[in-house]
């Protein structure tokens, strides 16, 4: 069974950068659309961004769009998600997850493995 790790999370100032790493193992990744997810404190979680199996294919929430950017690197059974220009309301823990279906996606419903999540502060 698909096991996803996160890292790479943290406190940063306001206009900050981050990088975050979702790490798979006991599967290969490279079958899976992954997405990474965020949910901030008394608040539901949401999609922040999905790439498809092969990277050709990434889908951005508005929020995020021109701030952030997904890639994998299937050799390394790995995605990335490149925090730029982090705003407080990014604060959040942020979760990768990963599903077999069509396209990708942002709804949390077609996701079936799913990580622990890292925590991204951003405050000054």
């Known amino acids: 069974q698909l096991q996803l790790v996160e890292s790479g999370g943290g406190l940063v100032q306001p206009g900050g950068s981050l990088r975050l790493s979702c790490a798979a193992s006991?599967?290969?990744?490279?079958?899976?659309?992954v997405g990474w997810f965020r949910q901030a404190p008394g608040k539901e979680r949401e999609g922040v961004s999905c790439?498809?199996?092969?990277?050709?294919?990434?889908i951005y929430a508005d929020s995020v769009k021109g701030r952030f950017t997904i890639s994998r690197d299937n050799a390394k059974n790995t995605v990335y998600l490149q925090m730029n220009s982090l705003k407080p309301e990014d604060t959040a823990i942020y979760y990768c997850a990963a599903h077999l279906g069509w396209s990708p996606s942002l709804d949390e419903a077609d996701f079936g493995a799913w990580g622990q999540g890292t925590q991204v502060t951003v405050s000054s």
């Open positions: 790439i498809s199996d092969s990277g050709g294919n990434t």
């Open positions: 006991r599967d290969t990744l490279d079958i899976y659309h």
